[in-house]
DNA sequence: GTGTATGCAAAACATTTGCAGGATG
DNA sequence: CATCCTGCAAATGTTTTGCATACAC
């Protein structure tokens, strides 16, 4: 997705269009890997001297609600990446080096046999590994 | 699993068994499902009036440590329940109220398409929602 | 007795909130 | 120019750490 675009949802939501948004837009647009918090204020502060960290909270958590990012707590903490829009139920292989993510379209409720008496609200479904660059890293590391 | 088997396994690690890690192994003994660290503060400080939180924080750290407990993480927050020992490979049903879970079969792996250049290290398949118990008392609220 | 576990206090983080000034539409 | 957004500071919640005392072995 392109930086405008998403910037143009921002926009049609009502949110103001500040330089700090403008940035976050670019962010993950140019980013396919999920970001924690701490990724999004480093990357911002490198635009802004004095990026405080509640503005990165308060616009992750507005975007979140609004649907333009996707919210997944992580064993090492929450990240965020641009919600998958458009494409239908799936899931993801997720690298645990560079964090980028890679769609499962095979959804595995399918073939789970839930008893009568359990009612299901959701279901998660994720494979961590290594992407192929980030598995050629490793290896010439070691 | 009885408490005296959790606790025979605390010492048979070198641990050395103080009143507290007594009534950690009852509580994870006698309850079925995810338990938070508060929860566990909660029903150990009923018996422990001067009970801090860093000696519950440290006995969870090293039962997860040592196998006996399985410490997993939610939208809201780390919990922890008696570690699956001598099952095959499963994943679990979870109830959103009571924590309580279900084992289920089916793993999901066998049926995901991994591409040859995506190392898989490991995969998290979770079905949320409501146990019978709490999907009737859901109903007579509502 | 020796060494581990505990409780206390304080530190280290992560995240949220109140408020005044500044920028956006 | 009204309102939303930001930055600062401080509050809140969670988890960890250092240290002296108490307890298990």
């Given at each position: 997705m392109q930086t405008d675009e998403i910037i143009r949802m921002m926009s049609a939501q009502g949110l103001r269009i500040t330089d700090q948004r403008k940035t976050l837009a670019k962010l993950f647009a140019d980013t396919p890997g999920y970001q924690s918090p701490k990724d999004v204020y480093d990357y911002m502060g490198r635009s802004y001297?004095?990026?405080?960290f509640d503005t990165v909270y308060r616009n992750l958590r507005v975007l979140d609600e609004l649907g333009v990012l996707e919210q997944v707590v992580f064993e090492d903490g929450v990240k965020f990446k641009l919600h998958c829009r458009g494409h239908d139920h799936h899931h993801h292989m997720i690298c645990l080096q560079c964090g980028k993510t890679y769609p499962i379209s095979y959804c595995p409720m399918d073939q789970t046999e839930v008893p009568d008496d359990f009612k299901v609200v959701k279901h998660k479904f994720e494979v961590f590994g290594y992407c192929k660059a980030c598995s050629l890293e490793e290896e010439s590391r070691a």
């Open positions: 001297a004095g990026l405080s």
